[in-house]
T-cell receptor, first 115, second 117 residues
């Protein structure tokens, strides 16, 4: 079974600075999908960015980008020019394209943005 | 607005009571699932469905029941509530990754905070 590990329970960053959240995963599959979800205090789960494993190019969405290292099974999220509104829980998640296709989550990283 | 609608947003139950959490989506997604979120545990899968009439267990299914009679609806039933079921519950839906093109992400409802006393 696939597992997702987020080794940083909490992180903090100064406003306008850059922060990187770590995520590693374990799988024997060669094709899969990876996600970062943001959960602000409103508790809504918001999709931040997604990556298909067969694509070598790292995904980018405005200030959010990933560093996808397939061989190392690593999928880190970089937030540039951090804003107060970025403060939230961030979850890394894995989806297999076969079988049940269920989404497997890491335990999350709480990001604090200091003014 | 298209999306996943969960009701209620908050609920307090007494131990032993039963209730149903409602979930509906209007995006014609085949895949629907229920997760529970507990502090420090991330989101854990309770039950999921790959289409009308088809359901299966996830990681933490005990004490919960589901059915899926239509593509749109996927209710979660608590049969006899216990304090251990105090949690935040999320419903989520998605296309199958092969059918949705680039749209293979999950859409989540706004969650239900359930307290069992």
């Amino acid at each position: 079974a696939q597992t997702v590990t987020q080794s940083q329970p909490e992180m903090s960053v100064q406003e306008a600075e850059t922060v990187t959240l770590s995520c590693t995963y374990d799988t024997s599959e060669s094709d899969y999908y990876l996600f970062w979800y943001k959960q602000p205090p409103s508790r809504q789960m918001i999709l931040v960015i997604r990556q298909e494993a067969y694509k070598q190019q790292n995904a980018t969405e405005n200030r959010f980008s990933v560093n996808f290292q397939k061989a190392a099974k690593s999928f880190s999220l970089k937030i540039s020019d951090s804003q107060l509104g970025d403060a939230a829980m961030y979850f890394c998640a894995y989806r297999s394209p076969t079988g049940s296709e269920k989404l497997v989550f890491g335990k999350g990283t709480k990001l604090t943005v200091n003014p | 607005n298209a999306g996943v609608t969960q009701t209620p947003k908050f609920q307090v139950l007494k131990t032993g009571q039963s209730m149903t959490l409602q979930c509906a989506q209007d995006m014609n997604h085949e895949y629907m699932s229920w997760y529970r979120q507990d502090p420090g545990m991330g989101l854990r899968l309770i039950h999921y469905s790959v289409g009308a009439g088809i359901t299966d267990q996830g990681e933490v299914p005990n004490g919960y029941n589901v059915s899926r009679s239509t593509t749109e609806d996927f209710p979660l039933r608590l049969l006899s509530a216990a304090p251990s079921q105090t949690s935040v519950y999320f419903c989520a839906s998605s296309y199958f990754s092969g059918r949705g093109g680039s749209n293979y992400g999950y859409t989540f409802g706004s969650g239900t905070r359930l307290t069992v006393v």
